[in-house]
Nanobody, 123 residues
């Protein structure tokens, strides 16, 4: 499975962006998906996850209420709608496919990773 993340860019504080993550082939309907991010000089951190069916989600406290993760299994695509963006959201955002069907915030639970898309929020 290859994951292609897109949708990043430069946005002002308070703005919105929608990231997409397309799979090269049909992803397993039994696998959860997640978004992580990595800012310069920092470790990769969990952002959001969605279960295999798309009816359960889990968020990092730092983005809860501002970001929404969703998936369209017919299109093999996962989305991250980001609103109320802050400068501290600036990072490279990565999508990943979980080894399991549920939601997980653990980096080690994810098997396949996309190449990342840059999100920059200006103050």
């Amino acid at each position: 499975v290859q994951l292609q993340a897109s949708g990043g860019g430069l946005v002002q504080t308070g703005g919105s962006l929608r990231l997409s993550c397309a799979a090269s082939r049909r992803t397993s309907s039994n696998n959860g998906m997640g978004w992580f991010r990595q800012a310069p000089g920092k470790e990769r951190e969990f952002v959001a996850a969605v279960n295999w069916r798309g009816d359960r989600t889990f968020y990092a406290d730092s983005v809860k209420g501002r970001f929404t993760i969703s998936r369209d299994n017919l299109k093999n695509t996962v989305y991250l709608q980001m609103g109320g963006l802050k400068p501290e959201d600036t990072a490279v955002y990565y999508c990943a496919q979980s080894l399991f069907g549920g939601t997980s915030s653990s980096h080690g639970d994810y098997r396949y990773w996309g190449q990342g898309t840059q999100v920059t929020v200006s103050s």
